[in-house]
């Protein structure tokens, strides 16, 4: 079955510090893989998507097809970052999502 | 660009209640998307419309859960009885293009359930 794995529930950084959110996936298929952010008090919006391979707000994310991975990057952290991230798959070539667990991003100045 | 709208945005009610929850995409999505996020995990899909029509409700509780979308643009999903496990926030979400792995999907501020 497909499935989304965020080990982490919590990451806790100081500022300018790096930062590596952790994705994991099972998929046998070619993923196409999403990375969401919900920041305090405002809505789940789209963060990157695999397909574009860009860098949004400093974050990158490469997808590692032998370790099955998707891991989010960025290389100094700001006290801004601070949100709870979410992994996201495609469910069997579909639009429909599957998300995982999230990780809570913890910023410190 | 007005974003998804939902109301209410908290509900508390009691078990074997009912209630209903409201859903406005972008204008001129044709998909829209009910999502539970229960605490403590990430969203998990309950029902795809595309225009009018239910592309996935698989996930969807039936005996409990109906939504719908008559006009092919605002949404209501119900649970009718609720249970205490039904507590939740209620995300909806809208995305232009349906089919497209990579569509965005544009979320509301979601509806917070209670069931006491």
């Known amino acids: 079955a497909q499935r989304v794995t965020q080990p982490e529930k919590l990451l806790s950084v100081f500022k300018g510090a790096p930062v590596e959110l952790k994705c994991n996936y099972s998929?046998?298929?070619?993923?196409?893989l999403f990375w969401y952010v919900q920041y305090s008090r405002q809505r789940l919006q789209l963060l990157l998507r695999h397909i574009s391979r860009e860098s949004i707000k400093g974050f990158t994310a490469d997808l590692n097809k032998g370790e099955t991975s998707f891991h989010l990057k960025k290389p100094f952290a700001q006290e801004e970052d601070s949100a709870m991230y979410y992994c996201a798959l495609p469910f069997e070539g579909t639009d429909k999502l599957i998300f995982g667990t999230g990780t809570r991003l913890q910023v410190f100045p | 660009e007005a974003g998804v709208a939902q109301s209410p945005r908290y509900k508390i009610i009691e078990k074997r209640q009912s209630v209903a929850f409201w859903c406005n995409p972008i204008?001129?999505?044709?998909?829209l998307y009910w999502y539970q996020q229960i605490l403590g995990q990430g969203p998990k899909l309950l029902i795809q419309f595309q225009n009018n029509g239910v592309v996935d409700d698989s996930q969807l509780p039936k005996d409990r859960f109906s939504a719908e979308r008559l006009k092919g643009v605002d949404s209501t999903l119900k649970i009718q009885p609720a249970k205490l496990e039904d507590s939740a926030v209620y995300l909806c979400?809208?995305?232009?293009?349906?089919?497209?792995?990579?569509?965005?999907?544009?979320f509301g501020p979601g509806t917070r359930l209670t069931v006491l």
């Open positions: 979400a809208s995305s232009g293009r349906t089919g497209f792995l990579n569509n965005e999907q544009f």
């Open positions: 998929y046998s298929g070619s993923p196409e």
């Open positions: 204008s001129g999505h044709a998909t």
